[in-house]
């Protein structure tokens, strides 16, 4: 998927369409999709994770709808924008508790603030895509 010359145009796209939004991205995170059947099969599974310290992003694309993976992607790209904002450089931030979102109110807050960002940002950029003729011409 993330060979296929339209996903990177998309890619690229919606990374330049983040940036000129105001989103931090300097420097870029490095991203990594991962075709893992292992994930793509657990309806529990994880659907990717970013890592604040070597800001690496990955996301898992086995079994997954394009969209849905640039949706994941985008949620993890608000983790790497609280990064870069000093966010995660407080002690609340550190937590090995799986159940983070559900026992620390910071965390959760970083959480909700990444669902919320990440799915209205990607919801505008797709509009954005799908639309552009018709908003561009008043149509």
Known sequence: MHNDPTFKKVLKEMLECYREAGLMMDPLPKLRFVADPQHGSDIYGATGY????SMLIV????????KDVLRS????????DQNL???FNRPEAIDEDPTYT???PYLRK???DANLRGNMMFR?????????K???TGK
């Open 50 to 53: 970013y890592n604040p310290s």
């Open 59 to 66: 996301v898992y694309t086995a079994n997954r709808h394009p």
């Open 73 to 80: 992607l985008s949620h993890e790209l608000i983790h790497n």
């Open 85 to 87: 904002r000093g966010l």
């Open 102 to 104: 559900q026992t620390n």
């Open 110 to 112: 970083m959480e909700m």
């Open 124 to 132: 505008d950029f797709t509009d954005k895509q799908k639309y552009r």
């Open 134 to 136: 018709h908003i561009v």
